[in-house]
């Protein structure tokens, strides 16, 4: 039996191994030490220059046909779930701001201006400079999607969806077959760089500080969901929640919406919804409800601010937010699928360099896991949600 180690576990033992070797290393021989970390700084150099180049691709390939597809359903039934989904996304990621700027600063505030980047700038550099420009900006990538999205599905194409599709299974084999499996090289890279500038334990308790938030976030999302939901429908919120436990416990395992989506249609039919509306809604929301997500998106990134002493506001974070809930329509169904179609947005909007980029991946993978399974368990609350409310939207038949 072939025994494989899953992403996080790499992840966490890529950071392991370079807070070890950047100790121990320059106890023994200084010099190999910033040899072996220059090396390590060229391939971090190489490999944020090339997601740079795929992130326009990833939002084009994912957003695009995404959108598309929305175009086509039950009319009503689709703008109502749509509705719905979008504005729990983005209550998801306000109530995320205001936690994390309520808490971290406290935690964090110590680290001020000793921005992680330049510490790693003075631990060591890459060997030689290389260029990989990305085809276009990550707004024009957006503009794009939208413009071939909207009218692919004004048109009916299929064709052009079918153009498109392909696109999206390509750029997401890039995803699982190179970027995800040099993931944990690069974060290794980037915490032997910072173990070297004495940043590396300010950094960990960071981690730890904002991974618990984040589940608490997620739960207490979750409460709220239900607590709606079973308002509408008279029925007690943490029995629903119970009912759906199931669908949570799967997606902890697969890390993936798609793959829980029989599970999940299981146990929201099990809450009262309608078949009708649980069989057209639950695939949707798969794919453009992600809560869960944004939560630890927009918390993960706040993290990452306060470590390199960056301005934060709410004026500045809110078309963010409200940009995520567009950007990761119909993200890539793999591990961290989020993060990377988020990548452009964190660049552009956020001024994230690529170390804050690498860091805000290592935090968002280490609960990935645990945003999914807010997503999906969040997809039976507005299921139940809409179930209520679609026999006032006229025309509109649930059962």
Known sequence: MKWKIGLIWRIVIAIGLAVGLGMLLPEIHAGFAHWFTRLFATFNMIFGGFLNFVVPFIIIAFIAPGIAKLGSGSGKLLGLATVLAYASTIAAGILA?????????????????????????????????????????????????????????????????????????????????????????????????????????????????????????????????????GTLSKKNPFYLMKTMAPAYMTAIGTQSSAATIPVTLRQAKKTGASDKVTDFTVPLFATIHLSGSTITLVSCSIGVLLMNGMPISFS????????????????????????????????????????????????????????????????????????????????VETK
């Open 97 to 229: 701001f205001f936690a994390a700027m309520t808490i971290l600063p406290n935690f964090i505030g110590g680290i001020g201006n000793e921005s992680v980047e330049n510490a790693g700038k003075a631990a060591a550099t890459a060997f030689f400079e290389l260029e990989m420009t990305p085809i276009m900006g990550v707004m024009s990538a957006l503009l794009l999607a939208f413009i071939f999205g909207i009218g692919m599905a004004s048109i009916g194409s299929k064709t052009m969806l079918s153009f498109f599709e392909e696109m999206n299974v390509l750029i997401e084999k890039v995803i699982s077959f190179i970027i995800i499996p040099l993931l944990p090289i690069h974060i290794f890279g980037i915490f032997l760089n910072m173990t070297f500038s004495g940043q590396v334990a300010k950094v960990l308790s960071v981690f730890s500080l904002v991974f618990v938030m984040v589940i608490a976030l997620h739960l207490l999302m979750l409460v709220i969901q239900y607590t709606v939901a």
């Open 316 to 395: 500045s974070y809110l078309p963010f937010i409200l940009m995520l809930g567009v950007t990761m329509i119909a993200a890539p169904g793999v591990p961290g699928g989020a993060v990377m179609a988020a990548v452009g947005l964190l660049s552009t909007m956020l001024g994230f360099d690529e170390s804050m980029v690498a860091l805000m991946i290592a935090l968002y993978m280490a609960q990935d896991s645990f945003g999914t399974a807010t997503n999906v368990t969040g997809d039976g609350a507005l299921a139940m949600i809409v179930d209520r409310l679609t026999p006032k939207v006229k025309g």
